[in-house]
T-cell receptor, first 112, second 115 residues
Framework: ETGVTQSPTHLIKTRGQQVTLRCSSQ?????VSWYQQALGQGPQFIFQ???????GRGNFPPRFSGLQFPNYSSELNVNALELDDSALYLC???????????FGSGTQLSVL | GNSVTQMEGPVTLSEEAFLTINCTYT??????LFWYVQYPGEGLQLLLK?????DKGSNKGFEATYRKETTSFHLEKGSVQVSDSAVYFC??????????????FGQGTILTVHP
């Protein structure tokens, strides 16, 4: 049990739509990172938020955006969905930028 | 840029067999190295880590040694159990210090252990 909860567990969208994925971290975890894991691949870093500010971004276009809230919850938003966005999206939180990560079980997004 | 390459899988072993999963990396500077494990239906869990050359990370009978000369971080276990069946990911971070948040992962190796 990592204390990181993601919702929804599964989601189906159509191309061009927008989606919001949610993550609830442990109390005191001021850092959250988001990863995309395509089928059969390792997770790829999307971005990290530290104390509600973006603190690093991977090689993902601006239509991937995020928010972090003071209550230790966060969101990943993806606009103009493409078929290649189909993947497992993982949220990971930590009590600091240089601390151990705690991963959620992920949201499986399918884009049709 | 950073990259991590894991041995081709999947790996199938009998219980009590010796396990090696190879991992090599490309990175600038002095990255920290990690092994993560993903059990069916669960999130990724940190298995072990090493933050500098010649460090050995160990946990639950698994070991890996940070070899800078060969840019490798191979995972080993002397006697696997059925409960070790999972997907194993090698990863690195060189975002500064021992930052764990911005990781580059390998493609993962599926391990299946039969009784």
């Amino acid at each position: 049990e990592t204390g990181v909860t993601q919702s929804p567990t599964h989601l189906i969208k159509t191309r061009g739509q927008q989606v919001t994925l949610r993550c609830s971290s442990q109390s005191g975890h001021n850092t959250v990172s988001w990863y995309q894991q395509a089928l059969g691949q390792g997770p790829q870093f999307i971005f990290q938020y530290y104390r509600e500010e973006e603190n690093g971004r991977g090689n993902f276009p601006p239509r991937f955006s995020g928010l972090q809230f003071p209550n230790y919850s966060s969101e990943l938003n993806v606009n103009a969905l493409e078929l290649d966005d189909s993947a497992l999206y993982l949220c990971a939180s930590s009590p600091g930028r240089y601390e151990k990560l705690f991963f959620g079980s992920g949201t499986q997004l399918s884009v049709l | 840029g950073n990259s991590v390459t894991q041995m081709e899988g999947p790996v199938t072993l009998s219980e009590e067999a010796f396990l090696t999963i190879n991992c090599t990396y490309t990175a600038t500077g002095y990255p920290s190295l990690f092994w993560y494990v993903q059990y069916p239906g669960e999130g990724l869990q940190l298995l072990l880590k090493a933050t500098k050359a010649d460090d050995k990370g160990s946990n639950k009978g698994f070991e890996a040694t940070y070899r800078k000369e060969t840019t490798s971080f191979h995972l080993e276990k002397g006697s696997v159990q059925v409960s070790d069946s999972a997907v194993y990911f090698c990863a690195l971070s060189n975002a500064g210090g021992t930052s764990y948040g911005k990781l580059t992962f390998g493609q993962g190796t599926i391990l299946t252990v039969h009784p």
